[in-house]
């Protein structure tokens, strides 16, 4: 059956991690099971100040500017609607959000790589470690035994994230080979909708099918009265309302609702007032 979490009566929680520094708070809405290659986070994320050096990871990801404007680069600069796909290996930022009052859906999960995503409760674990080891500064880690004492410094330090992942893995972090050549901003007002012949009043736009897992992103919106089953997959479904009311699997739905399909699963979305939902796919990976 569909699972729902309702967000809009859900309250920010600040991240405990320090690797990006402060300035963010999370709603999570859904986990994925951790320790495997499918593991993901779900989460309504809300930056009041944040900075982060330029970087790149070694798992996939979304970012729907919500609310606001949200900086990717000094150059890519994401208004409120659009969305970003980060893919793995490929570098991005500084980003830079002096101002507050951004509301962003994220979407983080392990690519097509296999390397798997770590959660915030295994980062935390190895936050943990290496506090007594040096300091977390401007996105960067700082460890205390490299001091470079010829220049009265500690050099450039490593990237945050990589240093929370060496340590919980107990290996060098490799990154995978990039597969694009930069952050793909997607414009959803471009696209037009197309009707969903399998629905009533049902309509999509498809904003892009990605590497060779071929994780897809749509938006599907429903005419007042519209309905649409969504066919079971093996795959990950995870839905976010944007606009209206409706129901899913006979349980309500509004906006800041989320929802998942666990693989197998299917459920039929129906308004009598419309509605409108981003919807993210991610096929199991073998």
Partial sequence: MAEIHHASTTPYIPLSLTHRGPGLSFKHLFLGPES???NY???LAHQSIFYSPRHKHNFDQFRFAYKNSVSISPDIVLQEGELCYHPEGVEYGPQDDPEGGREVLVLQFGGASGQGYLSFREVGVA?????????????RFFENAVADKENGGEGEGKDGYQALWEEMMGREL???VPRY???VVVKPEGFRWVK???GEGAWRKCLGVFSERETRVEMVKLDEGGRVQVEARDAIQLFFVLKGEGVVGGESVRQESAVRLQPGVGAEFASETGLEVLRFVLPMLR
């Fill in 181 to 183: 050549g930069g952050p």
């Fill in 174 to 176: 490799v990154y995978p």
């Fill in 36 to 38: 495997t290659p499918e």
């Fill in 196 to 198: 969903v012949k399998e």
């Fill in 41 to 43: 986070l779900f989460s």
């Fill in 127 to 139: 936050q943990g470690r290496l506090g007594g080891r040096g300091r977390f500064e401007g996105g």
